[in-house]
């Protein structure tokens, strides 16, 4: 049974935030703050450079094929439950990380800390939307998804400091005891809830085929360059094709999908997805092999790396909220078409960024701009993959965007460092990189490109233009919350029509100027 609701101004009410915020900034500062330290990792594991791709896809891979089901099973077999669960899995993940002795093993921890975030991404903000009492949601999810905006951002910066100050190693180290204090609070002092609508079983097999679909198809697209499309190269391949073949036929036949394939009937709602897979696999390839070029061809350390990027976030907070209230009065077709091609302008800028550059005059512009044309783009993005879907399935959209989003990243990482020529110790060697990741920026702007006039094509203003306000309901937490941070929501009819923003995830109304979560009904 379900304890009462709790005020945000409670002493129980700022437990819940603590174990909360504590335990999804656990997974946002680990999917950022890896990439800082992947040079170390290399020096100290001998590592090539597919081994470097794997230390991020694997993470990738496995979070992007079982978040949906990581909401679904916190839904039937309590929030709190499968959170903690979550929570010490990947505790236990990020201490073998720590301790692994060669890359594979690493590869293998990594893809093992990346079910645990599947596992309580979805059940942090859930549980906040189960234990609070509707009035004040709105500003517990704002300070949840405040607070952890800032903890993700913080990572890189973190990363870069332990890389310099003490070892690779304790990246994944801090993670232990952070999670011990999230598992005492939450057993102490989150109340447990389920979902009272949830039916039917939790669709495994889905989830296994699609996770056999990913894995075997990245690692195909990975090792080819080096290995030829011969032996395993060639095996993963097919059997990755096959299991994404049967992920469809399974979908399409069990009465409770993972991904219910008609939700894809929408054309808004497909066309948003495309936009999002091309851009995203632009973005996650381009500040995969940015990090790494600013240690390896521009002379920075660590830290100063781990520093660079946070910019983006600053321009992202202050204009994302702003970019959600131009596309609610112009329609999304506009930014979104624009957004992408003020990002590509970045990328074209960060083409001077060479040996012993200044972060001033060669980093920062490119930067700055590239945060512009983020806070531009990704407002409107998500608030039309959310309206594009029926009211009940605003969850599931929220989480399928979120996990196409990783998908196109997981891809991008696969394939275009091959493309550009960066394969097994090249990583190392300046000049190589330098020409790889030049070739990478030019082809992300031409992905930037295809994403702008894709947008102006196919993307409709008519869904943002006039939303439908609807009666608030029970929400299916679990379902709602499937992306990384707070889910779209539908105006209340006496409010403004207005949208708030956190970066690459949904986004939720505005009442009087404050966030309010999602409240869809089953």
């Given at each position: 049974m379900m304890?009462?609701?709790?005020?945000?101004?409670?002493?129980?009410?700022?437990?819940?935030?603590?174990?909360?915020?504590?335990?999804?900034?656990?997974?946002?500062?680990d999917a950022t703050v890896v990439n800082v330290a992947l040079p170390a990792i290399g020096d100290d594991l001998d590592a090539d450079f597919a081994d470097l791709q794997w230390t991020v896809t694997a993470y990738t891979l496995t979070l992007a094929s079982f978040i949906l089901t990581g909401g679904a099973l916190g839904d039937r077999m309590g929030r709190r439950r499968v959170f903690v669960v979550g929570v010490a899995w990947f505790a236990v993940a990020s201490l073998l990380c720590g301790l692994a002795p060669t890359a594979s093993t690493l590869i293998a921890a990594r893809a093992l800390q990346g079910v645990g975030a599947a596992l309580l991404t979805p059940g942090s903000l859930a549980i906040i939307q189960a234990s609070f009492v509707p009035a004040d949601r709105a500003r517990a999810i704002g300070a949840w998804s405040g607070l952890?905006?800032?903890?993700?951002?913080?990572?890189?910066?973190?990363?870069?400091?332990?890389?310099?100050?003490?070892?690779?190693?304790?990246?994944?180290?801090?993670?232990?005891?952070?999670?011990?204090v999230?598992?005492?609070?939450?057993?102490?002092?989150?109340?447990?809830?389920?979902?009272?609508?949830?039916?039917?079983?939790?669709?495994?097999?889905?989830?296994?085929?699609?996770?056999?679909?990913l894995g075997g198809l990245t690692y195909a697209l990975i090792q080819a360059p080096e290995q030829g499309l011969v032996g395993a190269v060639l095996v993963a391949g097919l059997v990755g094709l096959g299991?994404?073949?049967?992920?469809?036929?399974?979908?399409?036949?069990?009465?409770?999908?993972?991904?219910?394939?008609?939700?894809?009937?929408?054309?808004q709602f497909s066309a948003a997805n495309a936009f999002t897979f091309v851009i995203?696999?632009?973005?996650?390839?381009?500040?995969?092999?940015?990090?790494?070029?600013?240690?390896?061809?521009?002379?920075?350390?660590?830290?100063?790396?781990?520093?660079?990027?946070?910019?983006?976030?600053?321009?992202?907070?202050?204009?994302?909220?702003?970019?959600?209230?131009?596309?609610?009065?112009?329609?999304?077709?506009?930014?979104?078409?624009?957004?992408?091609v003020v990002c590509a302008v970045a990328l074209l800028l960060m083409l001077r960024i060479g040996p012993d550059a200044s972060y001033a005059t060669a980093v920062l512009p490119g930067v700055v701009v590239l945060g512009l044309g983020f806070a531009l783009l990704v407002a409107p993005l998500t608030a039309t993959a959310l309206?594009?879907?029926?009211?009940?399935?605003?969850?599931?959209?929220s989480g399928v965007n979120n996990a196409v989003a990783r998908a196109g990243g997981l891809f991008a990482i696969a394939v275009l460092p091959a493309v550009a020529g960066l394969t097994g110790a090249d990583y190392d060697v300046p000049e190589v990189f330098a020409a790889g990741f030049r070739t990478v920026l030019l082809i992300s702007v031409g992905l930037l490109v295809a994403g702008s006039a894709l947008a102006a094509v196919a993307i409709s203003n008519d869904v943002l233009a006039e939303p439908e306000a609807v009666p608030a309901a029970e929400p299916a937490a679990g379902a709602a919350v499937a992306s990384t941070a707070a889910s779209g929501?539908?105006?209340?009819?006496?409010?403004?029509?207005?949208?708030?923003?956190?970066?690459?995830?949904?986004?939720?109304?505005?009442?009087?100027?404050?966030?309010?979560?999602?409240?869809?009904?089953?």
């Open positions: 304890s009462a609701p709790v005020r945000f101004g409670s002493p129980a009410g700022r437990w819940i935030l603590l174990a909360t915020i504590l335990g999804s900034g656990l997974a946002g500062i952890g905006g800032l903890a993700t951002a913080a990572g890189p910066f973190l990363g870069g400091w332990l890389v310099e100050a003490v070892s690779w190693r304790w990246v994944f180290f801090i993670n232990v005891p952070l999670a011990l999230v598992i005492v609070v939450a057993h102490r002092h989150v109340p447990e809830s389920r979902d009272p609508f949830a039916s039917g079983r939790v669709d495994l097999a889905g989830a296994a085929l699609g996770a056999t679909a299991a994404a073949g049967l992920f469809l036929a399974v979908e399409a036949r069990i009465p409770h999908p993972m991904l219910p394939l008609g939700i894809f009937g929408s054309r995203y696999a632009a973005f996650s390839v381009v500040l995969f092999l940015l990090v790494l070029h600013l240690q390896v061809v521009a002379g920075f350390g660590p830290l100063a790396a781990g520093t660079a990027l946070l910019p983006i976030t600053v321009v992202m907070l202050a204009l994302s909220a702003r970019s959600g209230e131009l596309a609610a009065r112009i329609g999304p077709r506009l930014p979104m078409s624009l957004g992408p309206a594009a879907a029926d009211e009940e399935h605003a969850g599931l959209a929501g539908h105006p209340h009819p006496e409010a403004p029509t207005r949208y708030c923003a956190v970066t690459g995830t949904p986004l939720a109304s505005v009442t009087d100027g404050v966030c309010e979560p999602e409240e869809s009904g089953r």
